[in-house]
């Protein structure tokens, strides 16, 4: 009797014992499932962008996006401009980040190997555009194209040396930078007989940045050709920041891409400016069209610029030529926001219509907009 009993006490417990494992491993099965299955950004996660000052020897663009702990630097200026990015990132505490390029041409990938190289950082991947056209011609341009290419193989040997990921990223690509979505939108793509330097700079990467209720669009250098070519392809391209194409360029930032995108902010990165001025000739049209509708800020007139964003609330704070406030306006995080707080970069005064004047004295008085201070 007692060794019956002890029989079904042994088969009921092995009987729930391989219930639980089969729980078990289909808990495990369903984890790791949903850790290859990219997930929409929580809303209410932070996003900064940063867009670094470059200083006065040189030119490019460059920006450190910093989401859920983790950083990724956005193209790196040219090497004219080494000790001001490099010193910013030490004074800064950015001691840890992977880096992205938009396209190969030096001001953009200038000092990616200093950094590498560098004691002071720790580099975690190197995300690159696919190179497949950085292929020379018989013409004025191969000799520079060549050393562009090599220049490109060199950042990979050396992130390779030193056991840094190289990811090589082409239109509908993504991955995440802690909690905000990286999204190729488009490129590298365009092909054209003539390698010139627009060659490159049309083969860019269109990339989104979703976090905090946001969007933000970088496109590198595209020119208006691969900019038709975007909208013609029905891509969405809306986004709540931007950063203006090709540096403000009259070559790109057509009527069309500016009125798809329809921004709240926006900036450029021009050598053209200076602590001193704003709206250099070179980009000031395209600069001025994009004032009308955005609150625009340059990186030369207004230094490091930070937009922070949280749950669609954008923060914007510079280091000069700024009125004393810090801009807020909210999002639903599908491009074209709704302003409701308007402070603007003091060169754009001249263009700030009664509307949006009145719409900034009506903010001032909710408490919701209390202007915040960070590092």
């Known amino acids: 009797m007692k060794k019956a009993r002890c029989r079904v006490l042994l088969s009921a417990a092995l009987a729930a014992l391989t219930v639980l494992c089969a729980a078990f491993a289909a808990s495990a099965s369903v984890r790791a499932a949903a850790s290859t299955v990219l997930q929409t950004p929580d809303p209410a996660e932070e996003l900064r962008v940063t867009v670094i000052d470059y200083g006065d ?28 990015l490099m010193g910013y990132l030490r004074d800064h505490g950015y001691k840890k980040f992977a880096i992205y390029l938009s396209h190969y041409h030096a ?23 696919e190179d497949w056209y950085m292929t020379a011609t018989d013409n004025d341009y191969a000799e520079d194209l060549n050393w562009l290419a ?18 090589y990223l082409k239109g509908g690509d993504s991955f995440y930078v802690g909690d905000a ?16 330097p627009s060659y490159i700079n049309n083969n860019s990467l269109v990339t989104r940045v979703t976090g905090g209720g946001i969007r933000f669009l970088t496109c590198g250098d595209i020119e208006s050709e691969v900019e038709s070519a975007v909208l013609e392809a029905g891509i969405d391209v809306s986004a709540d920041l931007f950063k203006l194409n090709h540096h403000g360029g009259e ?81 639903g995080g599908r491009g074209g926001a709704v302003m409701t707080y308007q402070m603007y970069n003091s060169a754009q005064e001249p263009l700030v219509t009664d509307k949006m004047k009145r719409a900034a004295a009506a903010a001032a008085s909710d408490s919701i907009f209390v202007p915040r201070v960070y590092r």
């Open 57 to 84: 020897t040189g030119w490019g663009d460059g920006a450190m996006i910093e989401s859920g702990g983790e950083c990724l630097l956005m193209d790196t200026y040219m090497p004219q401009c080494d000790e001001a």
């Open 107 to 129: 001001d953009h990938f200038g000092n990616v190997r200093r950094i590498m190289w560098s004691d002071d950082f720790e580099v975690t991947h190197l995300y690159l555009p």
């Open 251 to 331: 070559s790109s930032n057509t009527d069309a891409f500016l009125a798809a995108v329809d921004p709240s902010f926006a900036y450029a990165d021009y050598n053209g400016d200076s602590p001193e001025t704003f709206g250099a000739d070179w980009s000031s049209s395209a600069v001025t069209r994009m004032m009308r509708t955005a609150n625009v800020h340059s990186v030369r007139y207004n230094g490091s610029i930070t937009y922070r964003a949280r749950d669609g609330v954008i923060t914007v704070r510079a280091e000069r030529n700024v009125k004393p406030l810090v801009q807020v306006y909210r999002s």
């Open 150 to 167: 090599y220049m490109g193989e060199e950042m990979r040997d050396a992130a390779l040396e030193m056991d840094i990921p190289v990811t």
């Open 181 to 196: 979505l990286v999204e190729v939108l488009y490129g590298p793509s365009y092909e054209h007989p003539d390698h010139d």
